[in-house]
């Protein structure tokens, strides 16, 4: 099976229902041999564009994950991004805002983390938080210190617009976005939590919110769709990723983000004629 980006992508206007939508595909790997190989080949094409992208210096790489808990953020971060230089390439994971944020609009905390041209960023869950647990949780909206609306419907207008407004505003500046919705099942959620508690070495990934927040599947799944229609466009694109396989997942996030790094106008500086002879006298003095 050949992996097409576009197969995963949201059409932008377009309506989501993730219950359409496969929490697990037909494997591109026919093996787990196969399947390391592959992110093995991947790794180190990413880590050649990599290096392309920063010697260009010309556009910055925003990736953003998101997903319900347990989906496979975390590890597709790791590996996908194992080959990459670090010097070059920056995680974020973003909790429950603080104090000193919350004083702030909600773009603020993260607009700080945005990575520079030539450098890739990465956000393990972002401001998309504040349309996802802050609608599936009113209480949090109302302890954020808004200003009076109509409804809270307006104000998730509001965010989506503000979400929109920013992200062509980055694309326009050099900053490509590509963003990433990992679509896990209900159970396959359920048998990871299961792991996590029978086997001592992940003990510490287990929470009992996780559990708590299990009980408000359903309106997580619906601030999922109604934010992926609304904030997909053809700038910053959303991919739903099936999930319930994390290395197909794995596979899948590393091919999108490939896809995206050839469609890119770059290429290494070229070498003038003056710096080129300034080059060859620096050549004859370390000769002598």
């Given at each position: 099976?050949?992996?097409?980006?576009?197969?995963?992508?949201?059409?932008?206007?377009?309506?989501?229902?993730?219950?359409k939508?496969?929490?697990?595909?037909?494997?591109?790997?026919?093996?787990?041999?196969?399947?390391k190989?592959?992110?093995?080949?991947h790794?180190?094409?990413?880590?050649?564009?990599?290096?392309l992208?920063y010697?260009?210096?010309?556009?910055?790489i925003?990736?953003?994950?998101?997903?319900?808990?347990?989906?496979?953020?975390?590890?597709?971060?790791?590996?996908?991004?194992?080959?990459?230089?670090?010097q070059?390439?920056?995680?974020f994971?973003?909790k429950?805002?603080?104090?000193?944020?919350?004083?702030h609009?909600?773009?603020?905390?993260?607009?700080?983390?945005?990575?520079?041209?030539?450098?890739?960023?990465?956000?393990?869950?972002?401001?998309?938080?504040?349309?996802?647990?802050?609608?599936?949780?009113?209480?949090?909206?109302?302890?954020e210190?808004?200003p009076?609306?109509?409804d809270?419907?307006?104000?998730?207008?509001?965010?989506?617009r503000?979400?929109?407004?920013?992200?062509?505003?980055?694309?326009?500046?050099?900053?490509?976005?590509?963003?990433?919705?990992?679509?896990?099942s209900?159970?396959?959620?359920?048998?990871?939590?299961?792991?996590?508690?029978?086997?001592?070495?992940?003990?510490?990934?287990?929470?009992?919110?996780?559990?708590?927040?299990?009980?408000?599947?359903?309106?997580?799944?619906?601030?999922?769709?109604?934010?992926?229609?609304?904030?997909?466009?053809?700038?910053?694109?959303?991919?739903?990723?099936?999930?319930d396989?994390?290395?197909?997942?794995?596979?899948?996030?590393?091919?999108?983000?490939l896809?995206?790094?050839?469609?890119?106008?770059?290429?290494?500086?070229?070498?003038t004629?003056?710096?080129?002879?300034?080059?060859q006298?620096?050549?004859?003095?370390?000769?002598?």
């Amino acid at each position: 099976m050949k992996i097409h980006s576009e197969d995963f992508r949201v059409t932008e206007g377009a309506s989501v229902d993730l219950r359409k939508r496969p929490t697990k595909t037909d494997p591109v790997y026919k093996s787990k041999k196969h399947y390391k190989k592959l992110l093995e080949h991947h790794v180190a094409r990413l880590s050649t564009l990599q290096q392309l992208l920063y010697a260009s210096n010309r556009h910055a790489i925003l990736l953003i994950f998101q997903a319900m808990d347990a989906a496979g953020k975390d590890g597709a971060i790791r590996h996908v991004m194992s080959g990459v230089n670090p010097q070059g390439c920056q995680v974020f994971s973003f909790k429950h805002p603080s104090h000193a944020e919350l004083l702030h609009d909600f773009l603020w905390r993260t607009s700080r983390d945005l990575p520079e041209r030539g450098r890739i960023g990465i956000f393990n869950r972002s401001y998309y938080e504040e349309v996802l647990i802050a609608r599936v949780h009113p209480e949090i909206l109302h302890s954020e210190g808004l200003p009076d609306a109509p409804d809270e419907e307006s104000i998730w207008r509001g965010r989506y617009r503000s979400i929109v407004d920013l992200e062509r505003h980055l694309r326009a500046n050099g900053t490509r976005i590509i963003k990433f919705y990992l679509h896990l099942s209900e159970d396959e959620q359920r048998k990871r939590f299961l792991d996590r508690i029978d086997e001592p070495e992940k003990n510490w990934k287990f929470s009992q919110a996780d559990i708590a927040e299990r009980k408000f599947w359903d309106r997580y799944m619906a601030a999922f769709e109604a934010c992926l229609g609304a904030t997909s466009t053809t700038d910053a694109p959303w991919y739903v990723v099936p999930a319930d396989d994390k290395e197909n997942a794995r596979l899948i996030v590393s091919q999108i983000i490939l896809d995206t790094l050839d469609g890119l106008d770059m290429a290494y500086p070229v070498t003038t004629a003056e710096r080129h002879q300034e080059l060859q006298l620096i050549r004859k003095q370390l000769e002598k």
